[in-house]
């Protein structure tokens, strides 16, 4: 063994010359083209790739929160004389959840590539729903006595927001 070790040796110290050269070669073209530099360039496009996914993700979420807002304002109102208004307006942002919905799907899918992970399934319809109809019943002396819960709105509902 020792002798492959000194034969081995020997033979780099004959051919330093021509190995320095290939090494010389080898390093030139690896570092000095600057390969190992755009590696690390597309890392940094990919986390500046993902923190725009991010700021775009939480802008349609702010969006979808205020759209949902008026919306259920509107839903709560008494449009007396503007009617319409309010219906058309209810309809087109309702219009307007479904692109924001749609849109952060489309950048969650993006985000999700980007990480390796499936994408994340989530609802931004934050409209409230209707109060339910509840009955209570209340026993007395063994006879059931139906209650209507109180889910009627106030006497003076609240006034419509400004339309746009």
Aim: charged share 25%; hydrophobic share 40%; aromatic share 4%.
């Amino acid at each position: 063994m020792e002798h492959l070790i000194a034969r081995f040796w020997n033979a780099m110290r004959e051919h330093r010359g021509k190995l320095g050269t290939a090494l010389g070669a080898v390093l030139a073209l690896t570092i000095g083209q600057g390969s190992c530099w755009r590696w690390k360039e597309h890392e940094l496009a990919v986390t500046n790739q993902r923190v725009q996914s991010g700021a775009r993700i939480e802008h349609v979420m702010l969006e979808a929160i205020k759209a949902s807002a008026l919306y259920a304002r509107l839903q709560d109102c008494d449009p007396a004389d503007t009617i319409a208004r309010v219906q058309n307006r209810k309809v087109a942002l309702s219009r307007q959840l479904e692109l924001l919905q749609n849109e952060f799907t489309a950048v969650e899918r993006d985000l999700a590539q980007l990480d390796g992970r499936p994408p994340r399934q989530v609802d931004l319809n934050f409209i409230p729903p209707p109060a339910p109809n509840i009955e209570v019943e209340v026993h007395v002396d063994g006879k059931v006595i139906p209650q209507p819960l109180d889910t009627t709105p106030p006497a003076v509902p609240p006034e419509c927001p400004a339309l746009e």
